[in-house]
């Protein structure tokens, strides 16, 4: 069995479909607790990380050739190419500079001149912009008719693996948990103490933004991108016409209600340093979804008791890390 419906068990479920001697069943209830992966500003971008630096940064490159190869080989809908574009100020030189060697002028770009004011450098990373509800409705189309798909509440799990959920109690075999931040909540006293302190030492980490619908003749751009201000986004989804801007980081909180007064402060910051006529605030919705912070930001998945697995702390990589996850897991069922 596979609990959770967000991109940990999407990825998993390609993974574990490929094996024809499982028969996988998943259960999961998004109107109950709201799947992060459905509000998200998701883009895969390694924004100058390296490997050799730090396990964080290795997991990271290895996961998104492992996301860019799946792209290579599968072309799945709701995944767009596009730019990123890190920009700062003179006085930020230093910060920047460590992170990225080949930066470039805003001088010498039209299109960012064009953007934006008062911002001096950038350095421009190819990007990949997710749709997330495409990309479920893709992987959902694939797995179908492999995985039995059911919708409940996941109650309790016992340490021989019995599962009271509110749609009937089952035994499985194996249990993968792809619960995110409440997978503390369902575990059972088998499960390995390591685990259990990497789940204590986790956090909810908030994330609003700010979303509309944009009409594409007022927007009219070759392709998607992003315009990082310092911190500040500024996104622009082509293929969905829509623009994102965001987005806030309230660590320990799950209060899936926007934070207005922070994101009127990005608003106003961003029309403040950019040409972009942006629509008025009051129009723009807004949208909170609550990360997973790993303990020392770094994602779990593996094997936490003898028959039950897990994928957490997936925390802003999360749709690049899911998909080395998936692969790295689905290989102790072979
Ligand atoms: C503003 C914002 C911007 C972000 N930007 C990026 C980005 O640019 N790139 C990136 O990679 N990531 C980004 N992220 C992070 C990313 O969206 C999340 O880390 C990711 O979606 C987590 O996926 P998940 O599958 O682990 O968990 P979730 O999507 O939260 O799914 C958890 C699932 O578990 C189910 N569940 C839990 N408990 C139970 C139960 N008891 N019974 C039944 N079902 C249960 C839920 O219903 C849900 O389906 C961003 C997040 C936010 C908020």
Redesign the pocket.
Known sequence: MT???????WCLHEELSKNPMLEVTN????DL?I???L??????CLRGVEKGVSPLGDRIVDSFKTFEHFFDQQNPQGVYQGCEYQMWKEDNLQKWQKRYSGYNKINDNPFLSSLVKDYKFYFSNNAYFIDPLKLKQWFRSRHENLIHFKEG??LKVDNSNFVKTSCGDFQFDRIIF???R?TRH?LSDDVDQNFLYYLDHSKDVA?S?LEINIPEQSFDFKESFNLVFDQFHCIYRKEQSVLQI??TTLNRCALELAHEKQLLHIYDYIQKSSFIELPLFARFQQKT?I??KGFKRLPFWGQISANKFAI?G???????FAFLAAKEISRSFD
């Open positions: 609990i959770g419906d967000g991109i940990a068990s259960i999961a209830k998004n607790f799947p992060c992966s509000n998200t500003t998701s883009i895969n509440i996941v792809c619960t995110s409440h369902l994330g933004y965001g987005s979804g990360r997973h957490c997936l925390y802003k990589n999360a749709f690049s």
